[in-house]
């Protein structure tokens, strides 16, 4: 059930209304999500217990989570919503620019990320990616260099002035991930690890939120509304590939899923078309068609050298190639009526 309070609802109205909850029995968690105020309770509530607290005078209504009416919803926001990344909200997801995330899948070593990153931001990515824990489907693939990964893009965070995304793979880690970043991504494996998405979503960061591989679209709007219902409204969705029967590419795309997302929710959607394929010459056209059915934005793998990357180095586009997808992408943006978001400034030095 939600809550909603009226917008001239004061902290002790609001306190009071919690109490009331509690006195029923129920957990009341009491957040601002899209400047409104509201409760929270999880689970099934009476319907007599719905009517009385919607008869409080504080409360403007109250809605009983089915089928559509949840917060990720078009019904709860018609509107498209703006997710605003990084210290001065530089980077916005869901307005009219259309915004390129790159970087390498791993952080390897400081020499590979300022390779990979100088590359990226002179074709103009206005934000970098890179992970530092990474949820490897074989133990004995590179499992990320950890903490120490997450200084090296921290480092190239403060180089270059960009955002950066980075995974998280358990939630004892949020709380520096955090710190040292400015976007969560939650990757395809833990879509459904709820206890990382609550607290992921408590950390107030902003959150990439990937597709499970075998989610439906209905499961991942779901993953959403645990990190929206906890209070947090920066969260963008990131379509990746789901598993199909045809090994020729690594997923298969789903990009009627981004469309069909766009409809369902006021959440930005963007593409991964690094992952999905698992080919670098599938990267280009799958991020044209990504741009042109109205996806938001793209996250796209790039490594200087991927002969040599410990992760991922079969689906990553060359600093070249990267440059080439951008100059490719101008056009298909602007005829779907959007810009290439740019960089306002940044500092690139040396480490
Ligand atoms: C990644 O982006 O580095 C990653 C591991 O992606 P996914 O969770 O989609 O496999
Ligand atoms: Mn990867």
């Not at 979503?201 to 779901?222: F, N, Y």
Request: net charge negative; glycine share 8%.
């Amino acid at each position: 059930m939600i809550v909603v309070l009226s917008p001239h609802a004061t902290r002790e109205e609001m306190d009071s209304v919690a109490e009331i909850l509690r006195g029923y029995g129920l957990n009341p968690n009491s957040c601002v999500v899209m400047n409104s105020s509201m409760i929270i309770v999880e689970g099934t509530v009476a319907p007599a217990v719905v009517s009385a607290v919607d008869e409080l005078p504080s409360v403007e209504r109250v809605i009983v989570v089915q089928g559509a009416q949840r917060l990720t919803s078009r019904a709860f926001r018609a509107e498209n919503s703006r997710v605003e990344v990084g210290p001065a909200g530089e980077t916005v997801f869901g307005g009219p620019e259309f915004v390129v995330i790159a970087g390498p899948c791993a952080v390897e070593s400081r020499p590979q990320m300022n390779a990979a990153v100088d590359a990226v931001v002179a074709s103009g990515a206005v934000m970098l990616r890179g992970g530092a824990f990474k949820p490897r489907t074989s133990p004995y693939s590179f499992q990320g260099l950890g903490l120490a990964g997450l200084t090296l893009l921290a480092e190239q965070r403060k180089r270059t002035g960009l955002p950066v995304v980075t995974e998280v793979v358990t939630p004892k880690d949020v709380e520096f991930v955090a710190e040292e970043s400015d976007m969560l991504q939650i990757g395809t494996r833990n879509m459904q690890n709820f206890e990382l998405l609550r607290e992921a979503g408590a950390s107030g960061r902003p959150v990439l939120l990937k597709r499970g591989m075998s989610a439906t679209i209905e499961e991942w709007l779901l993953a959403a509304e645990y990190l929206m219902h906890v209070g947090n409204s920066r969260v963008v969705l990131c379509e990746r590939g789901i598993r199909s029967y045809d090994r020729s590419t690594r997923f298969t795309l789903d990009l009627s899923a981004v469309a069909e997302a766009k409809r369902l929710t006021h959440l930005p959607v963007i593409v991964d078309p690094s992952h999905s394929t698992g080919q670098p010459h599938l990267v280009a056209p799958m991020s044209l068609a990504a741009a042109a059915c109205g996806a938001d934005g793209l996250i796209v793998d790039v490594h200087a050298d991927a002969r040599t990357a410990l992760c991922d180095g079969a689906q990553a586009l060359s600093g070249e190639q990267f440059s080439s997808l951008m100059d490719q992408l101008t056009p298909v943006v602007e005829a779907v009526g959007r810009t290439l978001a740019q960089v306002r400034s940044h500092s690139l030095s040396s480490v």
